[in-house]
């Protein structure tokens, strides 16, 4: 009898947890099709996203989708606080993700830590390399990397890996994401603009 009543509590429990991640999922994709509701003005998108993301996160708190939907709303809320708490999350669920940690980087060059911000960088730069020396055929590592080097301020390394990506050969949409890249990255600079308020968030 109590061997079958722990086996329907355990079936229960997985059960609750099911509902509970399906119906994260359902909130986190209402919050970001929210966002993007152009009929809605910038205000109202951004808070009602924000309450759907945080509903989503109650019932699922490891919800990849609603984490980084969150930082992105802490960043456009200009709220120093939320993004670092927001990026630390991020950091302690998936450790061995490194642009996570450049992610945080960029949020302390914005917040005036550029020490704390120079060493992060590095310890990022340095997991991209270890993870592209165990295997160097994966593309999205790389434009991770080649990424994290713009940002970091290393141009001139990132423009060598960009180089070398272009000189091997890949799928016909992995060349075309290459060719495309300069024109359709988000350069940094119209983030510290976007943050430093030269431009509106809508501009960036």
Request: proline content about 2%.
């Amino acid at each position: 009898m109590k061997t079958n009543f722990l086996f329907l509590l355990l079936m229960s429990m997985l059960f609750y947890s099911c509902n509970n991640n399906a119906e994260a999922t359902k909130l986190q994709e209402k919050a970001i099709e929210v966002y993007f509701d152009r009929n809605l003005d910038s205000s109202t998108r951004i808070d009602s996203s924000l309450t759907l993301t945080d509903q989503a996160l109650a019932l699922n708190p490891q919800n990849l989708q609603a984490l980084i939907h969150r930082d992105r709303l802490m960043f456009v809320m200009k709220d120093a606080e939320g993004m670092m708490k927001s990026a630390d999350r991020l950091i302690e669920l998936y450790p061995d993700r490194p642009f996570f940690r450049v992610q945080k980087a960029f949020y302390l060059e914005l917040t005036d830590r550029p020490t704390e911000a120079k060493n992060l960088y590095q310890e990022a730069l340095s997991m991209f390399e270890e993870d592209l020396r165990e295997d160097s055929t994966q593309f999205d590592l790389y434009i991770g990397y080649l990424g994290s080097l713009e940002y970091a301020g290393d141009s001139a390394k990132a423009m060598q890996v960009y180089k070398q990506l272009n000189a091997r050969s890949w799928t016909d949409f992995q060349e075309e994401i290459l060719k495309l890249y300069h024109k359709e990255r988000l350069p940094k600079k119209r983030l510290v603009d976007y943050w430093e308020g030269r431009i509106t968030y809508d501009e960036i």
